[in-house]
């Protein structure tokens, strides 16, 4: 297996950072709605840093892990906005979801 150089070895640290960063935005619950709009952001870097490693044949791993995270922190993102949107309250049981009037 080849390595990446130096730039894109970067390149991918400095994407997954931003996408542990976002994931961690994404709980909170006024700044997690724009979550949304970065994870996409990172979820296109990430896909850019895994369409090189394959391009180049080299390592996917942190192309991979940083893809995943991105996906869940829209994930996350997506749920503080349904629940800023709707007022959803989740109660102690998986099926007690509740919507506050």
Known sequence: MKQLSR???L???ITIVF????????CLPDIGTYAILS???ALILSCI??????RTKTKKRIA???LIISIASI????????????NFVIQPGWD??????
């Open 64 to 66: 991979i892990i940083s």
């Open 19 to 26: 996408s542990i960063l976002n994931l961690v935005f994404a």
């Open 7 to 9: 730039g894109w070895k």
């Open 11 to 13: 390149f991918s640290i």
């Open 75 to 86: 994930g996350m993102g997506y749920w503080t906005f349904l629940q800023a949107a709707f």
């Open 96 to 101: 007690d979801i509740l919507i506050k009037h």
């Open 49 to 54: 840093i895994l369409i090189k490693a394959i």
């Open 39 to 41: 994870g996409g952001l």
